[in-house]
């Protein structure tokens, strides 16, 4: 099992920037494909960045140009930094490493959690 610590949340002003940490202990997670998501208040979970253990990302469309995701597989960390914010950010921020297993021949992915990172955008 991986274990993940975020770190880096806080409150920040419109259009400041902040960078969230992804510490993974436990295990490496460089065969992980890695991804943050974010929950705001009365809404579910939503995916915001992901980063593949080959390095491809995707952006949901409400962060591209502003969100950049990124890992350091040698440290064991993974990173979102996140620019121009605003209100509409707010959220508690989530990292998951994704690992996978195969039982009777059907691939099964395996979701590990942080416990989260609170992120307040407001003036």
């Known amino acids: ?10 409150l920040v002003q419109p259009g400041e920037s902040v960078r969230l940490s992804c510490a993974a202990s436990g295990r490496g997670f460089s065969g992980d494909d890695v991804g943050w998501y974010r929950q705001a ?3 579910q ?3 915001v960045a992901t980063i593949s ?7 949901a469309d409400a962060v591209k140009g502003r969100f950049t ?3 350091d597989n040698v440290k064991n960390m ?3 930094q996140m620019n121009s914010l605003q209100p509409e950010d707010t959220a508690v ?4 490493a994704r690992d996978s297993t195969v039982i009777l021949g059907v691939r099964i992915p395996l979701d590990y959690w942080g ?9």
């Open 115 to 123: 416990q989260g990172t609170q992120v307040t955008v407001s003036s």
């Open 1 to 10: 099992q991986v274990q993940l610590v975020e770190s880096g949340g806080g």
């Open 53 to 59: 253990s080959g390095g491809s990302t995707v952006y």
């Open 41 to 43: 208040p009365g809404k």
């Open 45 to 47: 979970r939503e995916l």
């Open 69 to 71: 995701i990124s890992r």
């Open 93 to 96: 921020y989530y990292c998951n």
């Open 78 to 80: 993974a990173y979102l």
